[in-house]
T-cell receptor
């Protein structure tokens, strides 16, 4: 089956810095990718829909300026958490092509 | 808008017993339905999905689910639980290709020896 690779799997950053998470579709082209956030022992909350070549569509309540999404090619979407704070610590998961919904392995972000 | 309700945040069954995880959905158009499993600190693995056609869907690891439109349900079952089935299970709904997937709150499955 199709593979979505997410990198890094774990990252620790200092408060106030920015961190970039990559989501790649390895063997197919994904015009649409999705970014989810999962709090401990909670479900996955959709943050935004990333569309190749256009602006991302953010869900209500998600700060566009804090969570920057870029989908520059058909195989790569990136999520940048800007000016990270401890409350941004979470598990972030991307997926590509909603119908088949291939998910990355997730990124554990810890802001210290 | 679509939504998913999973009944029971925690379910415990004995090893070898029937597993039943309940999921009800809401959708204004014919839905696509999914069940995913998540092990600690890992991503999601697709167990099975319903799109169209046969309402009884068989998935991996012996799981299956039945789409019941009249009950707006998509319950997940497995005849005999194994210790390795202990994990978090998510029911999810979508309305089409490249559409966002909306997840239920999840059900933690515990397997008792």
């Amino acid at each position: 089956g199709a593979v979505v690779s997410q990198h890094p799997s774990r990252v620790i950053c200092k408060s106030g810095t920015s961190v970039k998470i990559e989501c790649r579709s390895l063997d197919f082209q994904a015009t649409t990718m999705f970014w989810y956030r999962q709090f401990p022992k909670k479900s996955l909350m959709l943050m935004a829909t990333s569309n190749e070549g256009s602006k991302a569509t953010y869900e209500q309540g998600v700060e566009k300026d804090k969570f920057l999404i870029n989908h520059a090619s058909l195989t790569l979407s990136t999520l940048t958490v800007t000016s990270a704070h401890p409350e941004d610590s979470s598990f972030y998961i991307c997926s590509a092509s909603g119908f088949e919904a291939f998910f990355g392995q997730g990124t554990r972000l810890t802001v210290v | 808008a679509q939504s998913v309700t999973q009944l029971g945040s925690h379910v415990s069954v004995s090893e070898g017993a029937l597993v039943l995880l309940r999921c009800n959905y809401s959708s204004s158009v014919p839905p696509y339905l999914f069940w995913y499993v998540q092990y600690p600190n890992q991503g999601l693995q697709l167990l099975l999905k319903y799109t169209t056609g046969a309402t009884l869907v068989k998935g991996i690891n012996g799981f299956e689910a039945e789409f019941k439109k009249s009950e707006t349900s998509f319950h997940l079952t497995k005849p005999s639980a194994h210790m390795s089935d202990a994990a978090e299970y998510f029911c999810a709904v979508s309305v089409g290709r490249d559409d966002k997937i909306i997840f239920g709150k999840g059900t933690r499955l515990h397997i008792l020896p």
